[in-house]
């Protein structure tokens, strides 16, 4: 019973200790290309922007800026 | 009872050192951000001062940005006054910003973050209007069109107030 306790318990304290706050004002890490998700941030732009004029979706993927917490 | 006694202290952890309507403005100087003298906050008291934390990859920021290039020109002579403190990681980022939006008010830089912490930012752009006897009297977090038109009318009724 315990260890069904502690066991998802030191598996959260291990996993979160990667996690570290971004404040808002610290969001211009979050928007440099390379933080990007994509390994290729060149090839993820043009395809995301090939993707935008075949199917009209402008703005659908994520607009620049890396989201500042506000509005 | 303890579940409220919880939520107030995690309330109290999270907006410990905020700045907020009705605070003094913190004493800070600042670093300028273009080649200038630093800036002092502690020196504007006396004059209406809107301090804002700016940065180019703020998307409203470049709503707010010549929004208040223009009241500052607008209200300048009768004493009103903004600093824009940038919160780029690269000051180049900031640069190649300032070529497309110039502004003329003052402008500092923070890298070390000493005036986000200060005021504990919680939202890009963040502004703080403050009166001639350097108290905070409205916090603008975020920057849509209502809000550059509600600034306008703050600035004129704080400028009207005496020191």
């Excluded at chain 1, 732009?45 to 402008?58: D, N, Q, V």
């Excluded at chain 2, 008291?45 to 010549?66: H, I, L, N, Q, T």
């Amino acid at each position: 019973m315990r260890l069904r306790l502690i066991a998802p318990l030191a598996a959260a304290a291990l996993l979160l200790a990667a996690c570290a706050p971004v404040a808002p004002y610290q969001r211009g890490y979050l928007a440099r290309d390379d933080m990007s998700l994509d390994g290729n941030f060149g090839t993820a732009k043009a395809l995301e922007k090939t993707h935008e004029a075949k199917e009209a979706a402008s703005g659908g993927a994520s607009v620049g800026g890396g989201g500042c917490g506000c509005n | 009872m303890r579940r409220a006694a919880c939520a107030a202290a995690f309330l109290a952890a999270t907006s410990a050192f905020a700045v907020d309507q009705g605070d003094r403005l913190p004493d800070l100087t600042l670093p300028a951000l273009q080649e200038s003298a630093p800036v002092s906050l502690a020196a504007l008291r006396g004059k209406v001062v809107y301090v804002d934390f700016w940065a180019s990859w703020c998307v409203p920021c470049r709503e707010s940005m010549p929004l208040l290039d223009t009241l500052y020109k607008r209200h300048r002579d009768a004493g009103f006054a903004v600093v824009g403190i940038n919160k780029d990681v690269a000051a180049a980022d900031a640069e190649r910003f300032l070529k497309r939006v110039a502004v003329s008010f003052p402008l500092a830089a923070d890298t070390k973050d000493a005036a986000a912490k200060a005021f504990n930012v919680k939202a890009m752009p963040s502004g703080y209007l403050v009166d001639r006897k350097g108290v905070v009297r409205r916090v603008h977090r975020g920057f849509t069109a209502e809000t550059g038109a509600a600034l306008d009318g703050e600035v004129a009724a704080l400028l009207k107030e005496g020191s």
